[in-house]
């Protein structure tokens, strides 16, 4: 059976995510994190792709990106095998990465938006002593830039 295609198109917004094979971890240490964040600034860069938020799991990641060119497939194409052959040299390892495609969930840019930042408005209360100490995620320059 073949694989849906993707829908593409200018500014088009995408909550997409990955996760590592077997549910494994995709980082060993913060100096993977950090590859991994560099990498991702750079293909953000080559392919003209605005993000929004990020978080960085042990075995998994989440964006919440928007691509003006319409380019997802080829900007997640570039970026996923750069970290994963990075991965892969670093640890001395072979193989997938990651545990089949990434997931890409289109989204309406106003709705998605506005009820993402009521979840976080709502949730922060209580989970704000935890995520102050978490860096691995954009929301702390939510935090910061509003207080």
């Known amino acids: 059976m073949a694989r849906s295609l993707r829908i593409q198109y200018e500014g088009a917004v995408y909550h997409v995510s990955s996760r590592g094979n077997e549910r494994k971890e995709i980082f060993k240490d913060e100096i993977d994190r950090k590859a991994f964040l560099d990498l991702l600034t750079d293909s953000l860069k080559t392919y003209s792709v605005i993000l929004y938020c990020y978080v960085l799991m042990e075995n998994h990641f989440h964006f919440l990106l928007e691509t003006p060119l319409a380019n997802l497939s080829e900007f ?72």
């Not at 990434?102 to 993402?116: G, H, T």
């Open 76 to 147: 997640m194409r570039r970026f996923n095998i750069t970290y994963t052959s990075y991965y892969n040299r670093r640890h001395k390892r072979v193989g997938h990465l990651y545990q089949g495609r990434y997931k890409s969930i289109l989204v309406d840019k106003e709705s998605y938006l506005a009820v993402l930042s009521r979840y976080i408005r709502d949730s922060l209360a209580e989970k704000r002593r935890y995520l102050k100490r978490y860096k691995w995620s954009s929301l702390l320059g939510y935090i910061y830039e509003t207080q």
